[in-house]
């Protein structure tokens, strides 16, 4: 029996860089000295790694309520998994994207402390590695990401915007998905070469509960995962490929989830290419590519010391000077590499993305050998464009690497 009601609570999964939120109720509010004490769990009792994480002391608002938000204490859990060589399984377990927690109420008034009984399907929560804008954090609604054996088709990826995406065939994409507890069997990829299938074959336990589903082009290729299609020898991708379409899929190999489409394109130049690799507000990782011209501006950062002039002669016995005397000498000098960059011209969508790339915590450059190096967006302030008004539109962004180069110090 428990006199502590919950009114509100998360349900599902939820965003843990918004709010996190539970409402409680008790009648014993006008006790001397009531308030409730919150403790918060990792995982759930009877998880091998099931801990304390810490305990909040809450005292009821002035309407009677007790008004708790996890999220500061939960997202010190969750970050975000970077791995491009990682190449065994197209749908591959994370765990760092989410994390699962429980909490336990007590109430303590009149110098005693009782223990509330809350029920699993009160304070089990998912969280994960999402932000949401102040309108879609209003409207989330996480039973549309559930994804398994009989979830419907239009089961959404934790994926930001459109679920058409403009790509080459050197493009990764990383999508997550959220597995409920009979998860779906396989993923689905339909190319120009047919229908293929590769085997989903994890169960969520402990803190596992999202996928990370490496669905790009050159994910694909490098892939070591096994394709299935019945009767068909040719790989899903190729040098002529142009489209492919992605869908998680239950035993029997119908869609359990929407389609997400990757529209092959090629972005052939003259100036350099610039491949953005970025996070999205949902946690899954997306590509744009910048085909215009790009510039690159050095800027050199010294620390000097002052030396005197002049050095004693023993051949001459005398004191003097040389032309090539040093009097400010540099000890120490690093290169700051500032990139400025323009894109094509874009779709709505694709122009929605690089607003959101403005947005990330975490961007990267692909560069000619296929390797990711961290950078800095230093564009802070720029316009939500749309084609009603602009027609055509394209962005100019900057950027700096994340590392400074070390230069020669002689």
Not at 106 to 118: A, F, H, I, R
Request: proline share 3%; glycine share 6%.
């Amino acid at each position: 029996m428990s006199d502590t009601i919950i009114k509100v609570r998360p349900t599902g999964i939820a965003p843990t860089y918004n709010e996190t939120v539970v409402v409680l109720e008790s009648v014993n509010i006008i006790e001397t000295d009531f308030k409730w004490l919150v403790s918060i769990y990792k995982g759930v009792f009877g998880d091998s790694d099931y801990s304390l994480i810490s305990t909040l002391s809450i005292v009821p608002n002035p309407e009677g309520f007790g008004i708790v938000d996890f999220h500061r204490h939960i997202e010190n859990y969750i970050s975000t998994s970077f791995y491009p060589a990682d190449i065994d399984k197209v749908s591959n377990k994370v765990t760092n994207e989410g994390f699962k927690w429980t909490y336990e109420v007590t109430e303590s008034y009149n110098g005693t402390e009782v223990v509330q009984t809350l029920t699993p399907s009160d304070n089990l929560i998912y969280s994960f590695n999402g932000a949401l804008s102040f309108q879609d954090f209003r409207n989330w609604n996480s039973a549309g990401y559930t994804m398994s054996t009989n979830s419907l088709f239009n089961t959404r990826f934790l994926l930001n915007g459109s679920r058409s995406i403009d790509v080459s065939l050197k493009d990764r994409v990383w999508i997550n998905n959220f597995l409920g507890t009979v998860p779906n069997n396989s993923i689905k990829i339909t190319t120009d070469n047919g229908t293929y299938f590769t085997t989903q074959s994890h169960t969520p336990t402990g803190q596992h509960f999202i996928n990370q589903n490496k669905i790009g082009a050159k994910d694909i290729l490098e892939s070591a995962d096994t394709f299935f299609s019945a009767g068909n020898p040719n790989p899903p991708i190729d040098l002529n490929t142009t489209f492919i379409q992605v869908s998680a899929v239950d035993g029997a190999g119908g869609d359990v989830s929407e389609t997400v489409t990757l529209n092959i394109k090629d972005y052939c130049s003259k100036y350099e290419l610039i491949r953005f690799f970025y996070m999205d507000k949902l946690g899954s990782y997306l590509p744009i590519t910048f085909n215009k011209v790009s510039k690159t501006n050095i800027e050199n950062n010294r620390n000097n010391y002052k030396q005197n002039n002049g050095s004693y002669d023993s051949v001459s016995n005398a004191y003097g000077y040389t032309s090539y005397d040093k009097g400010l000498t540099t000890y120490d000098l690093t290169s700051k590499e500032v990139v400025t960059c323009a894109s094509d011209w874009l779709s709505e969508d694709t122009a929605s993305m690089v607003l959101d790339m403005l947005s990330s915590p975490n961007v990267y450059i692909q560069n000619e050998a296929g390797e990711y190096i961290a950078i800095n967006i230093t564009t802070n302030t720029y316009e939500a464009k749309k084609t009603v008004n602009e027609k055509l539109i394209n962005y100019t962004i900057s950027f700096e690497y994340a590392n400074n180069n070390t230069n020669q110090r002689g």
